[in-house]
C-alpha cells in the first residue's frame, strides 16, 4: 500500500514520502461512474490525471458532478464502477480513516466545529492521531501565520470571525498535518468578491511555497483560471468536456460549449498569460525633461510622433507634452515647462503581462503607455502596432513559451486585477 495513503499514525509528517516530483501523475481516475441509487449518472465514464504538486480545478454548471469527483477521491462517495489510484495504488484498497488523514479537505462555509476555538478547529487532525495538545496547539499557532490569521484570534469560536477568516481557518485545519494532497470544493464561494480575490491570492501564494496537489472545484470560470495549472470543464451529466491549461483554454476552446463557458473576451484575458516582457518598446518619443524644448521638437518630428513622453532626471515618467505644445513654447524653454497630460498607469516590462501593457495603453490618453524597469525607470512605450507583434509572437511561440514566461521571484509591481501574473508565471508558461 502507498505510504501516502497509511501514513504512521503517531509520526505523520516524518511518515510522509519525499514529496513526489512535480508531473508526476498522483491521483487518476481510471472510466470511473458514480450512478446514485436513483439512477442519477452524475460522472460519467469519467478519466483525469492529476499531477503531483499542481492545482486541478474542476469547473462547470451546477449538478454537473464535481462534487461527487471530488468526494470519491477521499471515499466520501464511492464509485459505481472504474477505479481511483493515489500513487498508484488503488483507494478502495485502503483504509478510508487512513486515507482521509493524508488528504485535507476543505468545503464551502468552512464546516468548521462550532463550539471548539479555533485552535483547537485547526488541531483537529493532530490532536487526532496524538500529538497531545501542546504540539497540536503550537501546529495550530503556525498555521495561523501561515494563512494570514491574527493569533489573537485563536481562542475565539467559528461564530466570532468573519466568513473569510473562517475560510482561512478551514484552509488551516486541512493543512494540519501537512497532508499531500488537499481537496477543497467550492472554498470561496461563500464570501464576497474581495475577499473572495484576497483567498485566492493567499491561495496561490501559499501553493507556491506547499507544492499541495490540490484538487478544486468551482463553478466559477474566473477562479478557475486564477489558481488552477490545468482545469477541467464538464458538461452536464459528468462529461469532461476539455482538459486544459488556463492560457490553452482561453486561447484554443474545445468547442462552442467551452467557449460559451468561458464566456466574453477570452482573447483579452489570455494576455494575462503573456508576458510582457515579449514586447518590443519603443524609446524614440521619449526625452529629457531639461532637454530644450526646439530640440525635443525635432525628435518628435523625426520620430512622426504628436506626443512625447517626458521623463525627470531619474528617468521616471513625468507626463506627455505635445509636439504642438513644444513649438508654441519660447525661445530657450526646456521640455519639462511644457503642460504635460498624465501618463496614467505603466507597466513592469519584467514583471507585468501583455494583458497590463494593453491596458495601460487602451487607458492612455494618446495611445501609449510607458513600461517601466523593477526601479519604475521607463524602458520604453508601446504601440498598438508593437502590442498586435507581441500577442503574434507569443502565439507563434506556443509551446515553447517557457522563454517568455515573467520571472516569478520579480516583484509583484501590479496588484490584482491590473492583469498581473508574477505568481502564476510558473503555471503560465506551462
Ligand atoms: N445522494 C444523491 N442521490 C441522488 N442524486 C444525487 C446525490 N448527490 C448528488 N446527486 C445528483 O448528482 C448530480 C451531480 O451532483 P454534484 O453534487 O456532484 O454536482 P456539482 O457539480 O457539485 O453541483 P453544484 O455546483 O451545484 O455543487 C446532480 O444531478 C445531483 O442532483
Ligand atoms: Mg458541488
Redesign the pocket.
Known amino acids: 500500500m502507498s505510504p501516502l495513503i497509511a501514513p504512521e499514525l503517531s509520526e505523520l509528517s516524518a511518515a510522509m514520502p519525499p514529496r513526489a516530483p512535480e508531473g508526476h501523475v498522483l491521483i487518476s481516475f481510471e472510466s470511473v461512474t458514480k450512478r ?3 439512477g ?1 449518472v ?1 460522472v460519467d465514464n469519467l478519466s483525469l490525471e492529476i499531477p503531483a504538486g499542481q492545482t486541478m480545478v474542476l469547473v ?10 471530488l468526494r470519491m477521491i477521499n471515499r466520501l462517495i464511492e464509485p459505481s464502477s472504474g477505479r481511483i489510484l493515489l500513487d498508484g495504488s488503488d483507494i478502495t484498497r485502503s483504509n478510508p480513516d487512513q486515507l482521509r488523514r493524508g488528504i485535507g479537505y476543505v468545503i464551502q462555509q468552512s464546516g468548521l466545529f462550532p463550539h471548539r476555538t479555533i485552535e483547537d478547529n485547526i488541531a483537529t487532525v493532530p490532536l487526532l492521531i496524538g500529538w497531545g495538545k501542546g504540539k497540536s496547539r503550537g501546529r495550530a499557532r503556525e498555521l495561523m501565520q501561515l494563512v494570514g490569521l491574527d493569533p489573537a484570534l485563536a481562542r475565539r469560536y467559528p461564530h466570532q470571525l468573519s466568513g473569510g477568516q473562517q475560510q482561512r481557518v478551514g484552509v488551516a485545519r486541512a493543512l494540519a498535518a501537512d497532508p499531500p494532497v488537499l481537496l477543497m470544493d ?1 472554498p470561496f464561494s461563500a464570501v464576497d468578491p474581495i475577499v473572495r480575490a484576497n483567498l485566492q491570492d493567499e491561495l496561490i501564494r501559499l501553493q507556491a511555497s506547499l507544492h499541495k496537489t490540490i484538487v478544486l ?1 468551482t ?1 466559477d470560470v474566473e477562479e478557475a483560471i486564477k489558481v488552477g495549472d490545468q482545469v477541467a470543464v ?1 458538461r452536464p451529466g ?1 462529461v469532461i468536456a476539455q482538459i486544459d491549461t488556463p492560457q490553452q483554454l482561453l486561447g484554443s476552446p474545445a468547442d462552442a460549449y467551452v467557449e460559451n463557458f468561458l464566456g466574453f473576451d477570452r482573447g483579452i484575458r489570455r494576455l494575462s498569460f503573456l508576458a510582457a516582457s515579449g514586447l518590443e518598446l519603443d524609446d524614440t518619443a521619449v526625452v529629457a525633461q531639461d532637454l530644450p524644448a526646439a530640440r525635443a521638437l525635432q525628435v518628435a518630428r523625426q520620430a512622426g510622433a504628436s506626443w512625447l513622453l517626458v521623463l525627470d532626471t531619474d528617468r521616471r515618467p513625468r507626463g506627455w507634452a505635445a509636439a504642438d505644445e513644444l513649438a508654441s513654447l519660447r525661445a530657450g524653454a526646456r521640455t519639462g515647462e511644457a503642460r504635460l497630460l498624465p501618463y496614467g498607469h505603466t507597466f513592469g516590462v519584467r514583471t507585468d503581462s501583455l494583458r497590463a501593457a494593453l491596458d495601460a495603453t487602451v487607458l492612455s490618453p494618446t495611445g501609449h503607455a510607458a513600461g517601466v524597469d523593477d526601479d519604475g525607470r521607463v524602458v520604453g512605450i508601446t504601440s498598438y502596432e508593437r502590442l498586435r507583434a507581441a500577442i503574434q509572437a507569443a502565439d507563434m511561440a506556443a509551446g515553447t513559451a517557457a522563454d517568455t514566461a515573467v520571472d516569478p521571484a520579480a516583484s509583484t509591481a501590479a496588484g490584482p486585477g491590473r492583469g498581473s501574473v508574477p505568481d502564476r508565471a510558473g503555471q503560465a508558461a506551462r
Do not use: I, L, M
Open positions: 446514485y441509487a436513483d442519477t452524475a462547470g454548471p451546477s449538478g454537473c458532478g464535481k462534487t461527487t469527483s467550492e472545484v463553478h464538464f459528468g
